[in-house]
């Protein structure tokens, strides 16, 4: 595991601080915070894991799950980024994170890829490196003399040229289903230090997921606008342990 937490995309879990995630013996407890309305221009409801707070990047989320994927973001956030060993933003990151969504809950992660490749590579939006380093080798070789040095959008601009839109797409669906394959070992040395099994990530994913249903409800009954706690992952199950209130349990 790279020693170095700040070497995007990725983490060591020992590294990071403790207000972002405590490791314990076989078990694990990470800090996260709800806002009814979050003041980060947004405005958006529901929970961040504070590793996440300062990421501008990063919209709060509740227990909602969408289309086929049976756990909502947050859960996506918690264990497919943050336990991974993943940057919470960031294409890259992002490329790595949905691979371990598909591996945890079988769906497939190439429509994201290319709705990302449509709505903010050709666009030449990048976060967390230049475009000339996210693209790889490949498409380098593809790039006019010089082109490489230019800001994002000249990079991306000199590609559209050369290959069209549809087949730029293509490319860098492909160029993030290696990268997605590529963090896998990281993931699992991120596991390792976490002490679960990685191979029962999609059942520890369905019990949070109903943990997260059971904070939504606390928050609703309670009529709160904050709070902050922990969310708990042990051998025993999953728990969040709120600074005011009772102790849930799944």
């Known amino acids: 595991m790279n020693a170095n937490a700040c070497n995007y995309p990725l983490r060591d879990l ?3 601080p403790r207000a972002w ?21 947004l405005g958006a409801r529901g929970w961040k894991l504070d590793a996440n707070r300062d990421d501008p990047e990063i919209i709060a989320a509740t227990s909602d ?18 336990l991974c060993g993943f940057a919470p933003s960031g294409h890259r990151a992002e490329a790595m994170a949905l691979e371990q969504l ?32 996210f693209i790889g080798a490949d498409l380098r070789h593809q790039l006019p003399p010089g082109a ?34 590529a963090g896998r070992p990281h993931a699992l040395l991120s596991w390792r230090v976490t002490g679960f099994s990685y191979s029962r990530r999609t059942e520890l994913g369905l019990r949070l997921q109903r943990l997260i249903e059971r904070m939504d409800a606390w928050i609703e009954t309670e009529a709160l606008t904050e709070a902050t706690g922990e969310i708990c992952i042990g051998p025993g199950g999953c728990a969040f342990a709120p600074e005011q209130g009772q102790r849930l349990e799944v």
């Open 14 to 16: 020992r590294l990071l």
């Open 148 to 181: 490489a040095d230019g800001d994002n959008r000249t990079v991306v601009n000199a590609l559209r040229e050369r290959l069209g839109d549809e087949a730029l797409v293509e490319h860098l669906v492909q160029r993030m289903t290696g990268l997605g394959r």
């Open 65 to 82: 799950a969408s289309g086929a994927i049976p756990t909502s973001v947050l859960v996506h956030d918690a264990l497919d980024h943050l």
């Open 21 to 41: 995630l405590r490791l314990g013996a076989g078990a694990v407890s990470i800090p996260v915070s709800y806002h009814a309305s979050w003041p980060d221009g």
């Open 102 to 133: 598909a591996q945890r809950t079988g769906s497939d992660p190439t429509p994201d890829y290319r709705q990302m490749a449509r709505e903010d590579l050709l666009t030449g939006q990048v976060v967390g490196e230049p475009m000339a380093r």
